[in-house]
């Protein structure tokens, strides 16, 4: 009775739920130590990024809780992390925008290193998430938030060597716009995916 495929349902909801506790788990854990390292570094780029980290925490929560449920709410959720991904990304640019205002002096050791280890742990997330990428709207949202992390990532790393060589804040600066505008594409890219599901 092992080839009937009935017991498939429940084997790939399992996995579903073990990766999504393990992504939640991880982004929880690097949305705090970047942001306490975004605070201390005074980095738009690192608080930014850590923001990114939160979010797609709340990602994988909605996700958690959507598996096994309808496909109206699967949408639903998809559109509430599209929603929570819009307001931070529109928050990442305030937050530059006062730093521009008012200054900053962003410390390019805690930059780099802790892009590093955030880098580390989202590749290691996307790798676990790659089957899903293709799979339901809402664990295709998951994908992207990992996805545009890697991006996010490796900028902050640049704009950490640029502060480093050239001895002034601007990369910092840039770099947390870019991901802040970039967060937004995603979350854009998400709601569309979600309407497009309401659609058919």
């Known amino acids: 009775m092992t080839d009937c495929g009935c017991e498939a349902p429940e084997v ?3 996995e579903e739920r073990r990766v999504l506790r393990i992504a939640l788990v991880l982004n929880a854990a690097m949305a705090v130590v970047g942001g306490l390292a975004g605070w201390i570094a005074q980095s738009t780029g690192l608080l930014a990024d850590a923001l990114d980290m939160l979010s797609d925490a709340t990602a ?6 959507a598996i096994g449920r309808s496909a109206l709410f699967k949408v639903r959720a998809a559109k509430l992390s599209g929603s929570i991904l819009l307001v931070l990304g529109v928050g990442v640019l305030v937050e530059v925008g006062r730093r ?23 590749l290691t997330v996307l790798r676990l998430l790659a089957p899903m990428k293709s799979g ?15 991006v996010a990532n490796l900028g902050v790393i640049l704009a950490g060597l640029l502060v480093l060589w050239l001895g002034v804040p ?3 600066f840039v770099i ?8 937004i594409k995603e979350a854009i890219e998400i709601l569309r995916d979600a309407r497009s599901e309401t659609n058919e």
């Open 136 to 150: 339901e709207v809402h664990l295709r949202a998951t994908w992207l938030f990992t996805r545009a992390d890697v």
């Open 12 to 14: 790939k909801t399992a």
């Open 60 to 65: 994988y929560a909605i996700a958690l809780i």
């Open 100 to 122: 521009l205002i008012y200054g900053a002096e962003p410390l390019s050791e805690w930059m780099i290193g802790t892009a590093l280890l955030s880098l580390v742990v989202n």
């Open 176 to 183: 947390g716009a870019l991901i802040g505008l970039y967060v």
């Open 170 to 172: 601007y990369p910092d």
